[in-house]
């Protein structure tokens, strides 16, 4: 099959080595409006270009990646469900509730797949616990926690148009949440600080936030969230239910003594690097017609939805429905 790759900056360069390297892929055609940025990436990896949306359609491809800036993701997947490709789409599909809406109904209106980049899906580790609570193995779970812990911040621009630390970063705990459970949230309360640089909360964000979610069945979850873990880049999940726990991300690059014997994760690319890979070859097999659709447009926005809930828990020092930002 032949892709085109929109987007060749960091996250599209991840995708486009990828992409090139695995076997069912026969051709890949990237674009960017920086032509020159999308022309050194393709020598890289033995790509072709396309200098316009409309000159990647011509080029035939079977479906397309989006790896552009959040702004531009609705217009993208609605372009290329309206050209009746399959779509795989970094999160979030757009910044909005109402935006992501109106993408999936162009997706669902044309009747191809969209397959959105909650990439920890497929991490081993978190697979893990999905399938442990699932088969039974921890009993009645009652609790999850879910942490991402950044070593540095982003720079004052990113955060600027983030959509603040929720929608931003704990948007991928709250989907893992929802994942390793399969249930759904109903309610959040949430809660934020600002310990470190001012440009924080000049944009009306936080550098630390935690989150505690009522789950459909009673099950809590909390999950936490700093963009200042100066030990470095941890992302974990644990399960606890009646007849066990289990962890993911607790291995010897989890910048947590003990468990610290090699050095820390530089980074999200090296931490879900297999699962940056995973969720591609899935896809592909998706766009083959032989797989699944592991992580749909419904689910990201019921991410999202918790994301906004738990934004608005942070503002207004209240809990809130799920129900009411649905609405």
């Given at each position: 099959?032949?892709?085109?790759?929109?987007?060749?900056?960091?996250?599209?360069?991840?995708?486009?080595?990828?992409?090139?390297?695995?076997?069912?892929?026969?051709?890949?055609?990237?674009?960017?409006?920086?032509?020159?940025?999308?022309?050194?990436?393709?020598?890289?990896?033995?790509?072709?270009?396309?200098?316009?949306?409309?000159?990647?359609?011509?080029?035939?491809?079977?479906?397309?990646?989006?790896?552009?800036?959040?702004?531009?993701?609705?217009?993208?997947?609605?372009?290329?469900?309206?050209?009746?490709?399959?779509?795989?789409?970094?999160?979030?599909?757009?910044?909005?509730?109402?935006?992501?809406?109106?993408?999936?109904?162009?997706?669902?209106?044309?009747?191809?797949?969209?397959?959105?980049?909650?990439?920890r899906r497929h991490d081993a580790g978190i697979v893990a616990v999905r399938d442990a609570i699932a088969g039974g193995t921890l009993g009645t779970v009652h609790?999850?926690?879910?942490?991402?812990?950044?070593?540095?911040?982003?720079?004052?621009?990113?955060?600027?148009?983030?959509?603040?630390?929720?929608?931003?970063?704990?948007?991928?705990?709250?989907?893992?949440?929802?994942?390793?459970?399969?249930?759904?949230?109903?309610?959040?309360?949430?809660?934020?600080?600002?310990?470190?640089?001012?440009?924080?909360?000049?944009?009306?964000?936080?550098?630390?936030?935690?989150?505690?979610?009522?789950?459909?069945?009673?099950?809590?979850?909390?999950?936490?969230?700093?963009?200042?873990?100066?030990?470095?880049?941890?992302?974990?999940?644990?399960?606890?239910?009646?007849?066990?726990?289990?962890?993911?991300?607790?291995?010897?690059?989890?910048?947590?003594?003990?468990?610290?014997?090699?050095?820390?994760?530089?980074?999200?690319?090296?931490?879900?690097?297999?699962?940056?890979?995973?969720?591609?070859?899935?896809?592909?097999?998706?766009?083959?017609?032989?797989?699944?659709?592991?992580?749909?447009?419904?689910?990201?926005?019921?991410?999202?939805?918790?994301?906004?809930?738990?934004?608005?828990?942070?503002?207004?020092?209240?809990?809130?429905?799920?129900?009411?930002?649905?609405?």
């Open positions: 099959m032949r892709i085109g790759l929109i987007g060749a900056g960091r996250i599209g360069a991840l995708h486009a080595s990828t992409l090139a390297s695995l076997p069912p892929v026969t051709g890949l055609v990237i674009t960017d409006v920086d032509r020159d940025l999308a022309r050194v990436l393709a020598e890289k990896v033995g790509a072709e270009t396309a200098d316009s949306l409309t000159d990647l359609r011509a080029a035939g491809v079977d479906a397309v990646v989006v790896s552009t800036p959040t702004s531009t993701h609705r217009a993208l997947v609605t372009y290329a469900a309206e050209a009746g490709l399959p779509v795989f789409c970094e999160k979030p599909v757009a910044p909005d509730v109402a935006g992501t809406r109106s993408a999936l109904a162009a997706v669902r209106a044309a009747g191809v797949p969209l397959q959105v980049g909650f990439q609790l999850v926690r879910s942490a991402t812990h950044d070593p540095a911040p982003p720079p004052p621009g990113y955060v600027a148009t983030s959509g603040g630390i929720f929608r931003d970063c704990a948007v991928h705990d709250f989907d893992a949440v929802r994942f390793v459970t399969g249930r759904e949230v109903v309610e959040v309360s949430a809660t934020g600080a600002n310990r470190g640089d001012a440009f924080f909360a000049e944009h009306g964000d936080v550098d630390t936030a935690v989150a505690t979610l009522t789950l459909d069945d009673g099950t809590l979850a909390v999950c936490t969230a700093t963009r200042y873990n100066g030990a470095g880049y941890d992302v974990r999940l644990e399960a606890h239910g009646s007849a066990g726990s289990l962890a993911a991300g607790l291995d010897e690059h989890a910048p947590l003594p003990p468990f610290a014997t090699g050095a820390p994760y530089a980074g999200f690319g090296e931490r879900f690097r297999d699962a940056y890979v995973a969720e591609l070859v899935a896809f592909c097999a998706l766009v083959a017609g032989g797989g699944p659709n592991t992580c749909p447009g419904e689910d990201a926005l019921a991410a999202l939805l918790v994301a906004e809930a738990a934004d608005l828990s942070r503002r207004e020092g209240r809990p809130v429905r799920i129900a009411e930002v649905a609405a």
